[in-house]
């Protein structure tokens, strides 16, 4: 069975600081990861995604994650955030089966940045 | 760019009352989903269509049904809506589901049954 593990469900932090938003995931076949952002009153959309090669993905933003396979972790980070950042972040996993759903989300970190 | 449109944004229904949420995308995507955003539950499947009249059940369906007439328009009913029902409703799409696929999503539909 999948899962996803978002450790933290709220993060605060000052503006300008760096920020790293923990995702770890359990699975027994190949997965590819994402992070997803949900601003206010909005839909979810597509920050960065690991499908295979370098482990370092780079998003929009500003933002990057790293996957790490022994750790089965998929954590996603900014050197230094913006008020603009202030959202709620899912992290998700896809894997290669059959069914309705082979897409796995977390339960969310809210990031709140403060002045 | 693709675009999910979800025509009603926020809605009030009473008790019992039947509940249509639509959904229409304009890039000719095969396969629909309509999820169910709860605070600490992150997004749970409700129904996933993967071509016109075809679905397939999520993880959570009681309560709820979908019709998909048109490849670009995918409604979830809620036939007799009850307060534990009351939530954020997500529609998205994909072109082709498979895995690492972007799925794409509407800006939500906040469903209160009182």
């Known amino acids: 069975a999948q899962s996803v593990t978002q450790l933290d469900s709220q993060v605060p932090v000052f503006e300008e600081a760096p920020v790293e938003l923990r995702c770890n995931y359990s699975?027994?076949?190949?997965?590819?990861l994402f992070w997803y952002v949900q601003y206010p009153n909005q839909g979810l959309q597509l920050l960065l995604k690991?499908?295979?090669?370098?482990?370092l993905v780079k998003g929009i933003n500003g933002f990057e994650a790293e996957f790490n396979k022994s750790q089965t972790s998929f954590h996603l980070r900014k050197p230094s955030v913006h008020i603009s950042d202030t959202a709620e972040y899912f992290c998700a996993v896809s894997v290669d089966q059959t069914g309705a759903n082979n897409l796995f989300f977390g339960t969310g970190t809210r990031l709140t940045v403060i002045p | 760019d693709v675009k999910v449109t979800q025509s009603s944004r926020y809605l009030v229904k009473r008790t019992g009352e039947k509940v249509f949420l639509e959904c229409v995308q304009d890039?000719?995507?095969?396969?629909m989903f309509w999820y169910r955003q709860d605070p600490g539950l992150g997004l749970r499947l409700i129904y996933f269509s993967y071509d016109v009249k075809m679905k397939e059940k999520g993880d959570i369906p009681e309560g709820y049904s979908v019709s998909r007439e048109k490849k670009e328009r995918f409604s979830l009913i809620l036939e007799s809506a009850s307060t534990n029902q009351t939530s954020m409703y997500l529609c998205a799409s994909t072109d082709n589901y498979r895995p690492g696929n972007t799925i794409y999503f509407g800006e939500g539909s906040w469903l209160t049954v009182v």
């Open positions: 690991y499908l295979s090669g370098s482990t």
């Open positions: 699975s027994s076949v190949s997965v590819y």
């Open positions: 890039m000719d995507h095969e396969n």
